[in-house]
């Protein structure tokens, strides 16, 4: 089983930048077993892929969206994954969760994701 645990979410303004943290338990294999993956929900809206990246961490996938302005990356000696969001827009405003999968390869869809975090607002005005 995995546990995870999102932080660094808040109010920030349009442009700003805002680092996401992800931390996990494990309980059966290592965090550098499991690939992991960002999304995001916004309000009235289903649940959207932000960005992946596969389990040792050299290869990643964006959404068009952020293509450019987000960066996924991982520690998996701190059994942490990370979300740094760079010249953030009012439309980037959601709940963001994290996501471990029990593939090794980046993963693009939700419903190959076997764990979830709790998720983070993280809200930006205009």
């Known amino acids: 089983q995995v546990q995870l645990v999102e932080s660094g979410g808040g109010l920030v303004q349009a442009g700003d930048s805002l680092r996401l943290s992800c931390t996990a338990s494990?309980?059966?294999?290592?965090?550098?077993?499991?690939?992991m993956g960002w999304f995001r929900q916004a309000p009235g809206k289903e649940r959207e892929f932000v960005g992946g990246?596969?389990?040792?961490?050299?290869?990643?996938h964006y959404a068009e969206s952020v293509k450019g302005r987000f960066t996924v990356s991982r520690d998996n000696a701190e059994n942490t994954v990370y979300l740094q969001m760079n010249s953030l827009k009012p439309e980037d405003t959601a709940v963001y969760y994290c996501?471990?999968?029990?593939?090794?390869?980046?993963?693009?869809?939700?419903?190959?994701?076997?764990?979830w975090g709790q998720g983070t607002q993280v809200t930006v005005s205009s």
């Open positions: 990246i596969n389990s040792n961490g050299d290869n990643t």
């Open positions: 996501a471990a999968s029990d593939y090794t390869i980046v993963i693009l869809t939700a419903d190959q994701y076997n764990y």
């Open positions: 494990t309980s059966r294999y290592r965090f550098s077993d499991y690939a």
